[in-house]
């Protein structure tokens, strides 16, 4: 991506957009297109086609989707998977009449079968049953990596999808209600310390393994990959090493000094068992993870601080 190209950052005030725009501006890029939701609503299909038609980027990253944490995709299903259907929908057909040809979709790890052989490899999507908890959010990732095979396919555009494993970082969410497990655990143990509380609950048993990668990592691998000129199949992003929901507890108390106990809460579920990226493929590019998880947790507790009232 020469500095002079227009590109075009949908969900840019998001974790990922967001950490994506730095990115960009880091290596100098000025020439960055971005849109709040009250400017651009990505639900209306025309406002989407006027938008791409009148701006007309050499580069679209598309970051926007709705997101949560296992109560949020489990309680509103059908926002779910309406409002990342019409999302992708949008932004990939809209890219397409104003002939854009570079793309990039981020999905989620979430596609994967429940059951999937560990680590997960890109050729097991669609090889069984999803998670039945995210199940909504899952189908409509999947249906935005076949849109952009499909345009590959029938219009010969490079639409490549990126499927990043747990992300966290600046710009997270952290509301209880609807977070994911990483950010929710940073709020409730600051919470629990300020309180001075003699214990910290967790939901579930503690032994699912989950990966997590700083978000800003995801941004370097995603600018890596359009100034490759990457126009292959689907490709996994992460770190390729994963933890107990116990160990990031613990890990998250000792970056935020919470100095009371664990408890796990086991009446709430768990999720899928284990999800690990199979990273050879992205690895075998030439690209890395550079970030641990310590830490990452210390900057985004700090980004969390920063933004108390």
């Given amino acids: 991506m020469n500095q002079s190209a227009k590109i075009f950052v949908a ?41 791409m038609q009148l701006e007309k980027p050499d580069y679209t990253f598309v970051a926007a989707a709705k997101v949560g944490g296992i109560q949020a995709n ?29 793309m990039m979709f981020l999905g989620s790890s979430c596609i994967y079968p429940k059951q999937a052989p560990q680590p997960l490899k890109e050729e097991s999507l669609l090889t069984g049953e999803l998670e039945p908890t995210n199940e909504p959010y ?34 997270d969410n952290y509301d209880l209600n609807n977070s994911h497990v990483l950010p929710a655990l940073i709020r409730k ?7 001075g ?18 978000a800003d990592d995801l941004a370097d691998a995603c600018f890596y990959l359009m100034n490759l000129g990457y126009d292959g199949p689907l490709v996994n992003i992460g770190t ?7 160990e990031l507890a613990e890990t998250i108390v000792k970056v935020v000094g919470f100095e009371g106990d664990l408890s796990f809460d086991t009446t709430k579920p768990d999720g899928t068992p284990r999800k690990l990226m199979d990273v050879s493929r992205m690895t075998g590019l030439g690209w890395r ?7 990452g947790i210390r900057f985004a507790y700090q980004d969390y601080l920063s933004k108390l009232p």
Avoid at 83 to 97: F, K, V
Avoid at 160 to 165: A, D, E, Q
Avoid at 240 to 246: K, L
Avoid at 289 to 295: I, P, Y
């Fill in 11 to 51: 969900g840019h005030r998001g974790m990922v957009g967001s950490a994506i725009v730095r990115r960009l501006q880091a290596a100098g890029h000025t020439n960055i297109i971005t849109r709040s939701r009250s400017e651009l609503d990505l639900l209306n299909q025309q406002a989407v086609q006027t938008f």
């Fill in 74 to 102: 489990n309680t509103y299903r059908a926002d779910f998977i309406y409002q990342n259907l019409m999302i992708e929908a949008n932004l990939i057909h809209a890219a397409h009449l104003a002939d854009v040809q570079r």
């Fill in 138 to 171: 899952a189908i409509a990732k999947i249906a935005g990596i076949k849109l952009c095979e499909s345009y590959n396919q029938q219009y010969g555009r490079q639409y490549i999808s990126v499927m990043p494993t747990n992300l966290y970082g600046l710009n």
């Fill in 189 to 195: 143990a600051h919470e629990a310390k300020q309180r």
């Fill in 197 to 214: 509380d003699q214990c910290l609950v967790v939901w579930g048993t503690g032994t699912p393994m989950r990966e997590f990668m700083y």
């Fill in 240 to 246: 390729g090493t994963d933890v107990t929901i116990r």
């Fill in 289 to 295: 993870a550079s970030t641990s998880l310590e830490d």
